[in-house]
């Protein structure tokens, strides 16, 4: 009676090991800092955000000049230049803030090219995170910095090492 139920939870403990998921965990936020495409890719984007920022604040600081000339020149101004006056500083402030929208606006220029310089490496990344699912046979691979809340993560599940190893890339070790 013993040996029937000991190999009956045996073939029930073999059978559940068989129908096991296989699951690891990596973290795209490190592989990507460790990508030179990526890091090339962000100092792009870091110029040219800071190059349109600089064009931005030319803008707002012509507004501002004109409106402490306006004040300055106000008492001596009539009704009708005032007006005027008012208009081109209002125009030449919502120039400034359409501009700016354009540039950091949802969906606007950066946005477009963070897509064009960015998307490139993440799908680079996300082809090999997919190929290493295959070779290794992953049913579901968790990425630790995205929106996913992970408490604890065994650190022999993080993967992120083997992705960047099939991307061609040595490891910085600063895990």
């Given at each position: 009676?013993?040996?029937?139920l000991l190999i009956t939870l045996f073939l029930v403990v073999a059978a559940s090991g068989a129908y096991a998921q296989r699951y690891c965990v990596?973290?795209?936020k490190y592989i990507l800092e460790n990508l030179p495409e990526y890091k090339q890719a962000q100092t792009k984007l870091d110029e040219v955000s800071a190059q349109w920022q600089k064009e931005i604040d030319a803008k707002l600081q012509d507004v501002d000049r004109m409106y402490k000339a306006y004040q300055a020149e106000q008492v001596m101004l009539s009704d009708e230049m005032k007006k005027k006056r008012e208009?081109?500083?209002i125009k030449k402030e919502k120039e400034?803030?359409?501009l700016q929208?354009?540039?950091f606006g949802f969906e606007g220029d950066l946005f477009k090219?963070?897509?064009e310089?960015?998307?490139p490496v993440q799908d680079k990344v996300y082809n090999a995170v997919q190929k290493m699912a295959a070779a290794k046979s992953y049913d579901v691979i968790f990425d630790k910095s995205a929106d996913l809340s992970v408490f604890f993560v065994d650190s022999k599940l993080d993967k992120s090492d083997d992705v960047l190893k099939d991307l061609g890339i040595t490891p910085s070790g600063k895990r």
């Open positions: 009676m013993k040996k029937i990596i973290d795209s208009e081109e500083i400034a803030k359409e929208k354009k540039r090219k963070r897509q310089l960015v998307k």
